[in-house]
């Protein structure tokens, strides 16, 4: 599980530098994230229906995302300019959703032995970084907007990431240490973390 977490970290940060006129570097490709997403759920996949569809949408996305790299370093944003923004949109999206819906099954795994995996402090980091995420995109659009600005606002993403990264690894931590009846010691199922 704590694996998807790195999945995490590339598909919110697909850094696409431009070199020359023509190409777009995809340093961090979409789908190289999803790899590791669908390879951090498949050992918990059956836990619910969630979890098994987040699984089953990150295989799809892990395929789907393929061709956008190649795009990408074919030069689209010189010859498709609206192609191009068009993934970068799918690409947003997709990363956003399939947090929530992994989210998502985590509480339902909460439900299903018990204890607190945090599955409100996920949620309330990942709202923040989907927050600032809409902000750094549409400043992109925005001329008028000072580069620093979104510099700070880049700085504070991979703060409130880190955050979310470690919380899904502690959350991934109380599964694995869960008992036969998959219940928590009163020690391990403690407060949650508040922002």
Same mark, same amino acid.
């Given at each position: @599980?704590?694996?998807s977490?790195?999945?995490?970290?590339?598909?919110?940060?697909? +850094?696409?530098?431009?070199?020359?006129?023509?190409m777009?570097?995809?340093? &961090?490709?979409?789908?190289? *994230?999803? +790899? +590791?997403?669908?390879?951090?759920?498949?050992?918990?996949?059956?836990?619910?229906?969630?979890? *098994?569809?987040?699984?089953?949408?990150?295989?799809?996305?892990? +395929? #789907?995302? /393929?061709?956008f790299? #190649?795009? %990408?370093?074919?030069? /689209?944003?010189?010859?498709a300019?609206? &192609?191009y923004? #068009?993934?970068? =949109? =799918?690409?947003? &999206? !997709?990363?956003? !959703?399939?947090? %929530?819906?992994?989210?998502e099954?985590?509480?339902? $795994?909460?439900?299903?032995?018990?204890?607190i $995996?945090?599955?409100?402090?996920?949620?309330? @980091?990942?709202?923040? /970084?989907? !927050?600032?995420? #809409?902000? /750094?995109?549409a400043?992109? %659009?925005?001329?008028?907007?000072?580069?620093?600005?979104?510099?700070?606002?880049l700085?504070?993403?991979? @703060?409130?990431?880190?955050?979310?990264?470690?919380?899904?690894?502690? !959350?991934?931590? &109380?599964?694995?240490?869960?008992?036969?009846?998959?219940?928590m010691?009163?020690e391990?199922?403690?407060?949650?973390?508040?922002?």
């Amino acid at each position: @599980m704590a694996l998807s977490a790195i999945g995490f970290l590339i598909i919110s940060f697909c +850094f696409r530098p431009l070199v020359g006129d023509t190409m777009v570097i995809p340093l &961090l490709p979409a789908c190289v *994230g999803y +790899f +590791f997403v669908r390879k951090g759920l498949k050992p918990i996949r059956k836990e619910n229906e969630v979890l *098994g569809l987040s699984y089953k949408i990150a295989q799809i996305l892990m +395929f #789907v995302t /393929v061709p956008f790299a #190649v795009l %990408y370093l074919a030069g /689209v944003q010189s010859w498709a300019e609206p &192609l191009y923004h #068009v993934i970068k =949109i =799918i690409e947003i &999206l !997709a990363a956003i !959703a399939i947090v %929530y819906v992994i989210i998502e099954g985590i509480h339902g $795994m909460e439900d299903k032995y018990g204890y607190i $995996m945090g599955s409100v402090d996920l949620r309330t @980091m990942w709202n923040i /970084v989907t !927050a600032i995420t #809409v902000l /750094v995109e549409a400043a992109a %659009y925005i001329d008028k907007i000072p580069i620093w600005v979104t510099g700070v606002a880049l700085v504070v993403k991979m @703060m409130f990431m880190i955050m979310f990264m470690q919380k899904y690894i502690e !959350a991934a931590q &109380l599964y694995d240490r869960r008992d036969a009846q998959g219940k928590m010691s009163e020690e391990e199922n403690g407060p949650r973390f508040r922002l």
